[in-house]
């Protein structure tokens, strides 16, 4: 069920105060449709003139009226949402610039020792420069909201991808691989290891004027920055017994310390990304994210060919060595994976642009439609629904054995100390009875 429109009068007022327009085009807004009553056709008249976008018309058409600017950039799209907070297309309104607008989920940065360390990292993200790596601009914070803006990637990442159109070609699979093991070891030169390679974390975009496509790694800005010195200090928000990662790219290592990883665990990681490129399934299909967790521990994974018959061995090697329990076992570096991966990289031909609409969505894409649950959280009002426990991006896990045991030995002092009280009432009154029979 949609959520109620507001009338024509409601929605030219939201857009007033909106400051989307400047006063001169909402006058002449005003003049040209002066005769139209109904608010959907407003907005589209308003997006078709490219005076506000469709997400823009969507939220003036569900009643908002703030929430479009943060600090120096205008929100003109919602990209999506995880467990990291919410990621907007916004532009810079003095540098004419398109970013990726990441607004931090309130969990992240919810005391001043965490806006520290978060800030610290990005700052030592913003020092990575690589064509692999999706580029931080700006970090900061504004009213309590906390933002990084990145390099904004018009193109999937490579789990959609490959959810649409299946596993890629050895080479092609390859090449995207090698360039991510390119992108690493940049950051391994600069002491960063990112903790959350995956799929969905790596971005794929068109070179312009080639038809080869460029992978880009994302989410740098929320790396541990690794140092000899002080490893645990400069960690963002780690609990005691909780894993950060994600189930079915994480390294058996890093489910057991969090703190104690290094390149190693990331080239895991890589390599079980390099499995469902390979294949179109995760190394370690279905069950609960504790026998993920377990299975990364103690299992192999079918073997790539058996799912791929036509794979060559020696790409079946590699990633068997990429998924090696014991770190040591692995590929060492991200440049000794190049090596290994440069006679088997070939860039070819993406089906590309991955989004581009059959002629029914383009049809339905004409209507400014409503979403149920669309919200915007760059207002400080607006709720935010993101959370850090979320088991399709950064994942939360508390030792379930031990929350047991603590629950267990607390249900036994209960139960002691009811046996004892009822123990002492029966003695009391036992006493009662042989000093006074009568």
């Given at each position: 069920m949609?959520p109620v429109?507001?009338?024509?009068?409601?929605f030219?007022?939201?857009?007033?105060?909106?400051?989307?327009?400047?006063?001169?085009?909402?006058?002449?807004?005003?003049d040209?449709?002066a005769?139209?009553?109904?608010?959907?056709?407003?907005?589209?008249a308003?997006?078709?003139?490219?005076?506000?976008?469709?997400?823009?018309?969507?939220?003036?058409?569900?009643?908002?009226?703030t929430?479009?600017f943060?600090g120096?950039?205008r929100?003109?799209?919602?990209?999506?949402q995880?467990?990291?907070?919410?990621?907007?297309?916004?532009?810079?309104?003095?540098?004419?610039?398109?970013?990726?607008l990441?607004?931090?989920?309130?969990?992240?940065?919810?005391?001043?020792?965490?806006?520290e360390?978060?800030?610290?990292?990005?700052?030592?993200?913003?020092?990575?420069?690589?064509?692999n790596?999706?580029?931080?601009?700006?970090?900061?914070?504004?009213?309590g909201?906390?933002?990084?803006?990145?390099e904004?990637?018009?193109?999937?990442?490579?789990?959609?991808?490959?959810k649409?159109?299946?596993p890629?070609?050895?080479?092609?699979?390859?090449?995207?691989?090698?360039?991510?093991?390119?992108?690493?070891?940049?950051?391994?030169?600069?002491?960063?290891?990112?903790?959350d390679?995956?799929?969905?974390?790596?971005?794929?975009?068109?070179?312009?004027?080639?038809?080869?496509?460029?992978?880009?790694?994302?989410?740098?800005?929320?790396?541990?920055?690794?140092?000899?010195?002080?490893p645990?200090a400069?960690?963002?928000?780690?609990?005691?017994?909780?894993?950060?990662?994600?189930?079915?790219?994480?390294?058996?290592?890093?489910?057991t310390?969090?703190?104690?990883?290094d390149?190693?665990s990331?080239?895991?990681?890589?390599?079980?990304?390099?499995y469902?490129?390979?294949?179109?399934?995760v190394?370690?299909?279905?069950?609960?994210?504790?026998?993920?967790?377990?299975?990364?521990?103690r299992?192999?994974?079918?073997a790539?060919e058996?799912?791929r018959?036509?794979?060559?061995?020696?790409?079946?090697?590699?990633v068997?060595?990429?998924l090696?329990?014991?770190?040591?076992d692995?590929?060492?570096?991200?440049d000794?994976?190049?090596?290994?991966?440069?006679?088997?990289?070939?860039?070819?031909?993406?089906?590309w642009?991955?989004?581009?609409?059959?002629?029914g969505?383009?049809?339905?894409?004409?209507?400014i439609?409503?979403?149920?649950e669309?919200?915007v959280?760059?207002?400080?009002?607006?709720q935010?629904?993101?959370?850090?426990?979320?088991?399709?991006?950064?994942?939360?896990?508390?030792?379930?054995?031990?929350?047991k045991?603590?629950?267990?030995?607390?249900?036994?002092?209960?139960?002691?100390?009811a046996?004892?009280?009822?123990?002492?009432?029966?003695?009391?009154?036992?006493?009662?009875?042989?000093?006074?029979?009568w």
């Amino acid at each position: 069920m949609n959520p109620v429109m507001v009338d024509r009068e409601t929605f030219l007022q939201n857009l007033r105060v909106s400051t989307l327009l400047t006063p001169h085009q909402f006058r002449a807004v005003i003049d040209r449709l002066a005769s139209v009553d109904n608010t959907r056709e407003i907005a589209k008249a308003l997006a078709s003139w490219k005076l506000i976008t469709k997400y823009q018309a969507k939220m003036l058409l569900m009643g908002r009226n703030t929430g479009f600017f943060l600090g120096p950039y205008r929100i003109l799209d919602q990209l999506g949402q995880g467990g990291m907070g919410r990621v907007y297309k916004a532009m810079h309104q003095t540098m004419n610039r398109v970013v990726a607008l990441k607004i931090l989920a309130p969990q992240l940065v919810g005391t001043a020792r965490a806006q520290e360390l978060f800030l610290r990292e990005v700052q030592a993200a913003a020092q990575l420069s690589h064509p692999n790596i999706v580029m931080a601009f700006d970090a900061n914070e504004i009213d309590g909201r906390h933002y990084l803006a990145m390099e904004y990637v018009d193109g999937p990442n490579l789990e959609r991808y490959v959810k649409k159109h299946g596993p890629l070609p050895f080479g092609l699979a390859s090449e995207v691989i090698y360039q991510v093991a390119n992108g690493l070891q940049h950051a391994h030169e600069k002491g960063m290891v990112h903790r959350d390679i995956k799929p969905a974390n790596l971005l794929l975009q068109q070179e312009d004027g080639h038809e080869t496509v460029r992978a880009k790694i994302l989410d740098f800005g929320l790396a541990r920055l690794q140092t000899v010195d002080a490893p645990r200090a400069k960690s963002v928000l780690a609990k005691e017994n909780t894993v950060m990662g994600t189930p079915d790219f994480l390294s058996p290592e890093q489910s057991t310390n969090l703190h104690d990883v290094d390149i190693r665990s990331d080239l895991y990681s890589l390599g079980c990304t390099f499995y469902y490129l390979l294949t179109g399934e995760v190394p370690f299909p279905g069950g609960s994210v504790m026998e993920k967790v377990l299975r990364h521990h103690r299992e192999l994974p079918a073997a790539p060919e058996t799912l791929r018959p036509a794979l060559p061995p020696k790409i079946g090697a590699i990633v068997s060595r990429l998924l090696a329990k014991n770190p040591a076992d692995r590929f060492q570096t991200p440049d000794e994976l190049m090596e290994a991966l440069a006679p088997h990289a070939a860039p070819s031909v993406m089906d590309w642009p991955i989004a581009a609409p059959s002629t029914g969505e383009r049809a339905s894409q004409e209507n400014i439609e409503l979403a149920e649950e669309t919200q915007v959280d760059t207002e400080p009002r607006a709720q935010s629904s993101t959370q850090i426990s979320d088991a399709d991006s950064i994942l939360e896990w508390v030792d379930v054995n031990r929350r047991k045991r603590r629950l267990a030995r607390r249900v036994t002092l209960i139960l002691v100390v009811a046996a004892l009280l009822a123990l002492g009432i029966a003695l009391t009154g036992l006493l009662g009875w042989a000093l006074f029979p009568w």
